[in-house]
């Protein structure tokens, strides 16, 4: 089973918070996000697409989208911008949301 496939409670191994050992790490100013949108931006990690997200967490792409879109301007509003996936991924690891061996 891949993460694209897996249920959401095989996804319950990902941290949805800092991480011990981080604190070590220079303060950057963090968006604060909700825990919902933390989890839409971890599923959507652990899948290849949006649609596997939506289908996922039963929820619709719009859903999905205004979540990711929320996460992204959030970051922005604090410096941090994080337009592709591979940047959030970035700013996700750099503030322990998660981590390497969460992908």
């Known amino acids: 089973m891949t993460a ?6 095989a996804l319950s191994g990902l941290h949805l918070g800092r991480h ?3 604190a070590a790490l220079p303060q950057r ?3 604060k996000l909700s825990p919902r ?8 990690f652990a899948n290849d697409s ?5 289908k996922e967490l039963y929820i619709t792409m719009g859903t999905v ?8 301007d ?3 509003a604090i410096g941090r911008p994080a337009q592709t996936k591979a ?6 690891l750099q503030d322990g949301l998660i981590l390497l061996e969460d992908l």
Do not use: D, F, S
């Open 37 to 44: 949108e933390i989890e839409v931006m971890l599923h959507w």
């Open 65 to 72: 989208n205004t979540h990711l879109n929320r996460i992204r």
């Open 87 to 92: 940047a959030l991924l970035a700013r996700a």
């Open 29 to 31: 100013p963090q968006p």
């Open 50 to 54: 949006k649609t596997a997200t939506c």
């Open 74 to 76: 959030k970051y922005q």
């Open 20 to 22: 011990p050992g981080t």
């Open 4 to 9: 694209a496939t897996a249920p959401l409670g």
